[in-house]
């Protein structure tokens, strides 16, 4: 059974740091693309950043320039840092991988960023 369990969020300060990761277990080999979406009440699941398995990165236009994805193969985990937090960063951060043609999706970790 494929899970994916994510750490790291919290309440963070306007202008400060977040590192998320998240760990795959389950896989034989190894996912294909990992990446992290985020979602506020009221609105959909939109996309943070993607890492291919050769490790090709894609970000959302909001994030660009000041967040990082890479991840592990190794050990299997995807991580996020993200600098200058900004208060409408604040949602539900999910991970997700896609593996032997499906998505599976991480239960979210909350980011507040609030003063």
């Known amino acids: 059974q494929v899970q994916l369990v994510e750490s790291g969020g919290g309440l963070v300060q306007p202008g400060g740091s977040l590192s998320l990761s998240c760990a795959a277990s389950?896989?034989?080999?190894?996912?294909?693309?990992m990446g992290w979406y985020r979602q506020v009440p009221g609105k959909q699941r939109e996309l943070v950043a993607v890492?291919?398995?050769?490790?090709?990165?894609s970000y959302a236009d909001s994030m660009w320039g000041r967040s990082t994805i890479f991840r592990d193969n190794a050990k299997k985990t995807v991580y996020l840092l993200v600098n200058d937090l900004k208060p409408e960063d604040t949602a539900i951060y999910y991970c997700?991988?896609?593996?032997?043609?499906?998505?599976?999706w991480g239960r979210g970790t909350q980011v507040t960023v609030s003063s």
């Open positions: 890492i291919t398995r050769s490790g090709d990165t």
């Open positions: 389950g896989i034989i080999g190894n996912t294909d693309n």
């Open positions: 997700y991988a896609y593996y032997q043609w499906t998505n599976y």
